[in-house]
């Protein structure tokens, strides 16, 4: 019924007719439905999920040239996370994390290739319950614009059985269900031409084979702008999950961004994520809708420091994306409720990415799956009050199914660590900054979780994260002995109770015939 229903969006929008509740699908009654607001009960709720943005790119990170923008105005009129963690520090892995409230490992996403491909079969498993499903059975009018990463087809080039539609999704406009990277350059700074895996859909069809890139944000702005009017029209409970391309290269802006920011280009695409966000800020505004609304902002993980001043910074922090030290799972969070969330307030407390499915169910009061294991937990006295203290004994660092390092209070336990990208290598790979090796070019050097050069620690190398967040001076273990026991008996405790799902991001699942393509044989397109 969702995929039914879904069409009939796509096939409204494309014919110009305006939409009513009554053309999307409900949930729980396997028909359409119309459910009205409950705002005096429960609010709204809008997720902007950015893509690589590291935990020292903004100006309220403390970032020292990137200009303060409306992202930083969420930090001055909400609450600011300083000890917000993602469960995995690469795209797939961590979205299906935050979607889903469970480790990936759990799920299933992960796997040699760590992310999805196009050519692959697999994806987000349909058993997985999400977000998204979880506030559909609530009565609440569910949508995405964006990045998915999540998967796409599954017997041939069209079918879009992994699709967000799929997965509780009640509109889907614009997405991105791949990525967009360096090959996606129409400028053609690193590339000869844009490659055939940048691909854009409008729900489950798509639309353009390469992506016109310097007019993708605007389309993505006006697809969430154009969900948010028809929910409030419809006096419609709302989700809304924005998948933000930013910071993730390639580092295309609408032409009036262009040069806006001190810092270059990559201060530019921040610059142009920031635009999105204050724009939705102000329609909810517009509609009356804003003190009812929930907005939470947040990265995928850490960011992408091979590519030199064309990626992003962690701040104080070690490492980056690929990697568990916390340059790659630490991430920037702010959460912003007009009237319920304290204005210009920082929390402490350490909390992850998982727990966005249970607190936003508890808000709707909608139930939680009973018959798994949920590994994030509702953080709402956190967002209402920052001041109160973690609700998790233990943070993982996993790197597809090993667990790397734990986070027990102050202190970060590593089991294993990668090599890491050193300084002679980012000047060697970026003259002036700017990266040029294809290598460089390409995600990641350091992605392999099972590569001869990982270190096994026994015993354990540890820091302590409090004063010591860079993770430069390992701690000397006589004086810890008592604490690593506790941390012995609950890693083995997780362990124990967790069983691997077959590994989907990997090349067992490599299928050619799955790979999208507009036009065959061309693959290439730009429909309205």
Known sequence: MIVRCCFLVLLYVLMGVSLTLGQYCGANNNE??????????????IIFFADDLGYGDLSVYGHPSQEWNEVDRMARDGVRFTQWYSADSVCTPSRAALLTGRLPVRSGVFGNLRVFTPQLSSGLPKEEVTIAEILQDAGYFTGMVGKWHLGINEFNSTDGNHLPCNHGFDWVGTNIPFTVVTRCDENKRHVEEPSLDCFLYFNNTIIQQPIKMASLTKRLLTDAKRFIRTAVDSDKDFFLYVGLTQTHTDLTVMPELRGS???????????????FVGEVMNELEVRGVKSDTLVLFLSDQGPERQLCLEGGSPGPFRGGKTGSWEGGFRVP????????????????????????LPTLAELAGAALPTDRIMDGKSIVENLLNPSKSSPHQLVYYYCTDRLYAVRYNEYKIHFLTQPELTEAEMVADCPAGVPTARHTLECCKHIDCYHADIVAHEPPLVFNLETDPSE??????????SMLRDVDLLVKEHKDGVEPAKPLTSTEYLNEA????CNPPLCKCNYP
Request: charged share 15%.
């Open 32 to 45: 359409c439905t119309k459910n009205t607001r409950d705002g005096a009960t429960r609010p709204n709720f």
């Open 333 to 356: 969070a702010l959460a912003v409720w007009p009237g319920k969330i304290p204005a210009g307030h920082t929390s402490t407390a350490v909390v992850t990415s998982m727990d966005i």
């Open 514 to 517: 799955v790979f999208p393509c």
């Open 261 to 275: 920011s001190r810092r270059g280009a990559y201060g530019d695409n921040i610059q142009e994520m920031s635009y």
């Open 472 to 481: 430069t001076w390992p701690l000397p273990l006589e004086a810890l002995q």
